[in-house]
């Protein structure tokens, strides 16, 4: 596609072109992750595993990611990002077909955990990278609606990996979602590219971060504290959001005893439908206020993020079916405000031949630390029964939604007017 190198803006066509092929792209990213919970109850009766085994396995897949995705992110500020991203769709969607093969834990951690894994870590940085390269005066909305394709691939997946499971078996869930992620990769051979240098800008080029080893590039991010705090911020989302999607179908069909379409269905379904709203409109009104109100993607956060702290608790908590449906849809509700501003927020105060770098050092310490709440709410299942373990564990993830919401406090209050860059 030719582009008017007279100016630095880039084809008005492409970029949303671009955005539609990645929607499906992190569609599929975010599906084939979900579909193991919500088959995850039939995987523990067909392989008789124990809920620490099944929440070692949810464990091992987010310490991949925290490994792999720091070297995602440096590759991505040096490589082709249209490639990066397209062998990462195919290795993790041929790795999904496999996970289908599985016969016992080992299987399931092999192809799963380990090779899905660090398929998807290679995604994020290069394709949040790219969507900003496209979108400078839409950022915050386009990288909401690239968030929403998140919540749309969980919420679908919650209903059509639960029906294909219950008429064909678990196995076929696999099987179908990685064949078409296989599919998709050959669309996006064809039809997804790099931006030009007039797309990145005239002062801030692929060239700056190929001349950066990587240890100069980590010191230079080390040195803006807003970059911490708002890691610490997102490890809090991560943390909490792993132990949700792992844990939650089962934890509602045992607690209320309801059929698993029914728990892995809906609790995927209102908490993402609400998600999707609010990164949406968080977007839309971030970028909107933004030029007149630098502070407001921190204040957005923060004030999501100390809101939900309730939320997560009564989750764990409510007795009532109908009850936890509705802190379900506000928990995600204000989920979606804060990660509508989740990239925007940090590009805000890092230069732009380091944005996937600081992407993959934020998925790593998220992943890293949040890769221990499946495991610990397993743990509790295995110690006090599944229903009670699982409700107090879900409890205490309150506390890690407490001290992200202060840390942005901290970047809005003490760190951001030091640290912001004009663009």
Known sequence: MQQNLSNNTPSPFYRWELLVLLFFTYFLHQADRAIFAVVLPLIRYDLNLTDSQLGLSGTVLFLVIAVMVPIAGFIGDRCSKKWIITCSLVFWSAATMLTGLSRGLAGIIMFRSVATGGGESFYGPAATALIAAFHQKTRALALSIHQGSLYFGVMLSGFLGAWVAELYGWRATFYIFGGI???????????????????QGNTETAAQAESIPPWEAVKKLARIPTVWLLTAGFTAIVFVNNAYMVWAPTFIMKKFEVPLMTAAGFSMFYHHITALLGVLLGGAIADALVPRIPTFRLRLQAASMLCGVPLVFLLGRI????????????????????ESNTHAAVFDVVPQHLRATVVGGMIMCGFLIGSLSPLLLGMLGDRYGTAAGLGFGFSCLSLAWLIGGLCVAAVLFVTFKRDRLKE
């Open 181 to 199: 992620g296989i599919l998709l990769g050959v669309v996006l051979v064809f039809r997804l590219r790099d931006p030009s240098r007039n797309e």
């Open 319 to 338: 007795d009532s079916l109908l009850g936890l449906w509705i802190i379900i849809a506000l928990f995600g509700f204000v989920r979606g405000l804060y």
